[in-house]
Nanobody, 115 residues
Framework: QVQLVESGGGLVQAGGSLRLSCAAS????????MGWYRQAPGKQRELVAG???????NYADSVKGRFTISRDNAKNTVYLQMNSLKPEDTAVYYC?????????WGQGTQVTVSS
């Protein structure tokens, strides 16, 4: 059974930075596609950034140039470096792992950006 545990969220002032981590259990991390999503109150969950098993990344337009997704297959961990944070980045951030035809989600970590 895959388990994803996010960490690194918190309260930060606008313009600040945070780095989220998502540690995955299981044997297939290196061949999984990984993604970070977020959900703000009253809004739908949206893709923030994704990274393929080969390291190719993609980003939502709203975070391009500010956020960077990366992975460390030796540690079964995916990261989201968030710089120049804005109040509109406030949300619960979730990690997602896709392997074969299955998808797994973490429990989420709260990111709050104050103005």
């Amino acid at each position: 059974q895959v388990q994803l545990v996010e960490s690194g969220g918190g309260l930060v002032q606008a313009g600040g930075s945070l780095r989220l981590s998502c540690a995955a259990s299981g044997r297939f991390f290196s061949i999984s596609s990984m993604g970070w999503y977020r959900q703000a109150p009253g809004k739908q969950r949206e893709l923030v950034a994704g990274i393929s098993s080969g390291g190719r990344s993609n980003y939502a337009d709203s975070v391009k140039g500010r956020f960077t997704i990366s992975r460390d297959n030796a540690k079964n961990t995916v990261y989201l470096q968030m710089n120049s944070l804005k109040p509109e980045d406030t949300a619960v951030y979730y990690c997602k792992q896709e392997i074969f035809r299955d998808a797994y989600w973490g429990q989420g970590t709260q990111v709050t950006v104050s103005s």
